[in-house]
């Protein structure tokens, strides 16, 4: 139900946008985020969107670097990622919960319902 696509090789100091397309949900209903997981590390929270895309919330490791949207005509939220650096190196993960607005719990994994498959993203030096 969530397509993650985007993901690739970049050089360090590069820009890559993801894009995670839904399909079978009211996708308006659903505050969507992107979570990453590096080789031997836990998944982590990246940045999350509330319903309407009038909200958003960073991971501190990405603030000013990443921006987070949506498109609900389109049913897909988006990833943009500038100034790359090696430690960005993940598989990037979207995923949805039914919790619309940006409640106090939305950078917890747990609390998303719906997982897309990954896209892998490798920044190199």
């Known amino acids: 139900q969530l397509q993650a696509s985007g993901g690739g090789l970049v050089q360090a100091g590069g820009s890559m946008r993801l894009s995670c397309a839904s399909s079978?949900?009211?996708?308006?209903?659903?505050?969507m985020g992107w979570f990453r997981q590096a080789p031997g590390k836990e998944r982590e929270f990246v940045a999350a969107?509330?319903?309407?895309?009038?909200?958003?919330n960073y991971a501190e490791s990405v603030k000013g670097r990443f921006t987070i949207s949506r498109d609900n005509a389109k049913n897909t939220i988006y990833l943009q990622m500038s100034s790359l650096k090696p430690d960005d190196t993940a598989v990037y993960y979207c995923?949805?919960?039914?919790?619309?607005?940006?409640?106090?719990?939305?950078?917890?994994?747990?609390?998303?319902?719906?997982w897309g498959q990954g896209t892998l993203v490798t920044v190199s030096s």
């Open positions: 079978g949900l009211t996708f308006s209903l659903y505050g």
């Open positions: 969107v509330g319903w309407n895309g009038g909200t958003t």
């Open positions: 995923a949805a919960r039914t919790a619309r607005w940006l409640t106090n719990n939305y950078a917890d994994r747990f609390a998303y319902n719906y």
